[in-house]
């Protein structure tokens, strides 16, 4: 399939670059585009014709539903059956990197909610992903554009690596915010909102809006998901074809020493660790690289994907440090508890 790449500079827009990728979304053609979050492989939600390319491109299963991004606060009344009081808390954190599970209207096809009555939908922050929704004039259907079991993509080359040719269109548009996926909040289970999926917007902020949260257990991944309530998560998002092991946080010296002790098991591993170690593992003369630091999980969360792509399958094992379950940490330990075959 030919694909044309498009760049846009998030900050100096081209409309008319983003009115083309815009034409084809109408014409049930599939375009890659960045998000503040991830780069998305999007095609017009309404189409089932559409959405199905979406599935094809990635391989992904059809029972693993997809997040309808919109472009302003009144498509969540045209798509799904919210209240006006709950809306009214739904848009204080619009746009954002938050995706809200509701009833779904009629409208919205069936392959798009994997068959479920409830669909979910995310108002982007990114410049370029609202405007093309807007060109587009419908609702654009949106997983991570990697393909299927890959970690999502936060750089132009992780998507031309794995989208060119397999979709029609890919727009480059600079450096990711956050570099996970949106948290995804259930809105339907009674009073009290549950996390399906953490993500940047950290429980704090959602219970400042929301009151009481619901975070289970497996929104840390430690335990399997409730495949009914959350029928992405049967599907590990990332499995390294290298293995991970992942160092959960403790104290300084008893986390380095597991980190040590663990590397002796393999002939050519690569240690991911925090900024604070790194003057340490270099003193012992192992393989490592920063993945993040204490100080700033943000940072950590916009690196680890990229960092998981770039060792796995050069090294014999990752050995990755962990952070602490707090604010957006919970949302990268999800990612490396599920990504992980062995936790120490
Ligand atoms: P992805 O597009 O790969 O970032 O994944 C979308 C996530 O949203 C998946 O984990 C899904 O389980 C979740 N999701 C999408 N639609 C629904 C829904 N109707 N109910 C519950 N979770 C959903
Ligand atoms: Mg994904």
Do not use: W
Not at 201 to 206: N, Q, T
Not at 279 to 299: A, H, L, P, T
Not at 326 to 343: D, E, P, Q, T, Y
């Amino acid at each position: 399939m030919e694909t044309i790449v498009v760049e846009i500079d998030p900050l100096n827009i081209e409309e008319s670059k983003i009115k083309e990728a815009a034409n084809a979304i109408k014409e049930d053609k599939t375009v890659v585009f960045p998000t503040e979050t991830v780069y998305g492989l999007g095609a017009n939600g309404l189409s089932e014709n559409a959405v199905k390319k979406i599935f094809d491109a990635k391989g992904r299963p059809y029972d693993n539903p997809l997040i309808l991004h919109v472009a302003d606060v009144r498509s969540f009344l045209e798509y799904t059956y919210i209240s006006y009081t709950l809306l009214e808390k739904v848009e204080r954190l619009l746009p954002g990197p938050v995706t809200f599970v509701l009833k779904k209207k009629e409208i919205v096809p069936n392959i798009v909610t994997a068959g479920k009555d409830t669909v979910a939908v995310r108002m982007p922050a990114h410049p370029v992903a609202l405007k093309l929704i807007k060109f587009a004039g419908v609702p654009i259907a949106a997983p991570s554009a990697n393909i299927s079991g890959k970690p999502s993509p936060t750089l132009s080359e992780h998507v031309l690596k794995d989208m060119y040719g397999k979709v029609d269109y890919i727009i480059i548009g600079g450096l990711v915010q956050f570099g996970i996926e949106s948290t995804v909040i259930d809105l339907t289970q009674g009073k009290v909102p549950i996390i399906l999926r953490p993500g940047p917007i950290p429980p704090e902020k959602l219970k400042e809006i929301f009151g009481d949260i619901f975070i289970p257990e497996f929104a840390y991944g430690r335990t399997e998901a409730d495949y009914v309530k959350s029928p992405g998560m049967k599907y590990r998002h990332y499995a390294p074809n290298t293995p991970l092991i992942l160092v959960e946080q403790s104290h300084f010296d008893l986390m380095i020493n597991k980190v040590l002790e663990e590397s002796k098991n393999y002939h050519n591993p690569i240690i991911l660790c925090l900024k604070e170690h790194a003057n340490y593992f270099k003193k012992y003369g192992v393989n490592f690289d920063i993945i993040g630091s204490e100080e700033n999980y943000y940072e950590f969360a916009v690196k680890l994907f990229e960092m998981l792509r770039k060792y796995d399958e050069k090294v014999d094992a990752m050995i990755v440090e962990g952070i602490e379950d707090r604010g957006i940490g919970i949302a990268v330990m999800n990612r490396l508890r599920k990504a992980a075959c062995k936790i120490l």
